[in-house]
């Protein structure tokens, strides 16, 4: 016959050590989320901390704005981290350097900021920071134009217009101008106007129906 051990704890105070070490562990787990709340709110990349890198880059204040978008890049700020982009491109704050700088592009491309994947669109299509690829610039062109961003869309009209990294195609390039200029490029209504001047009737006709489902469809598979 098996016996039962106590050891000497009676059932009581089995089930009150039970409950006291839930107890504990519950309140570790809380204390572990709030710490965890506390840090998401203290080190959360906030609208003026973006603002004062801003407005000390706009002030000329590379160097103060190079390190404070540094610091917001470490937080996965997207503006910040193409902010960094331009500025290594440029040399503003820093030695220009086209490698870093499409290094950070490429980051901020990550974070899905239309602005980085233009400008290294842009570097693909000089050759500079990167290989030179035509192929690849308008790929990337494709990409930030259907994000909405208003210069990826004229430089993939232009790409189309003038067959870089593609074939040429003026209805595809009319069209982007077209869109381009909705969007508030300032030189797409030009640019598509010289081009409509030596189109067909038909392919105008057919450029502005494809801008209007463009448009229609929010620029979607455009």
Known sequence: MCRVLHFGIEPEMIFTTKNAVRRRGLSRVYAWLLCCLTLLLGCGV???????????FDRGEFVTALELYEALAEQQDPSATYRLGLMYEQGLGTVADPATAASWYQKAQALDSPEAIGALADLHLRGI??????????????????????????????????GVGTYRDPVK?????NIAAASGYANAAQSRDSLAAVMAEGEITRAQQRAKACLDSNLLGC
């Not at 906030?46 to 000390?56: T, V």
């Not at 192929?135 to 990826?152: D, F, M, Q, T, V």
């Not at 390039?173 to 101008?177: G, S």
């Open 129 to 162: 920071g990167v290989i030179q690829n035509f192929k690849e610039s308008l790929r990337l062109n494709i990409s930030a134009a259907e994000a909405g961003y208003a210069p990826a869309q004229y430089n993939l009209a232009v790409a189309y217009a003038n």
């Open 173 to 177: 390039a009319h069209m982007w101008f």
């Open 46 to 56: 906030r609208a003026e901390d973006l603002a004062e890198a801003d407005e000390a």
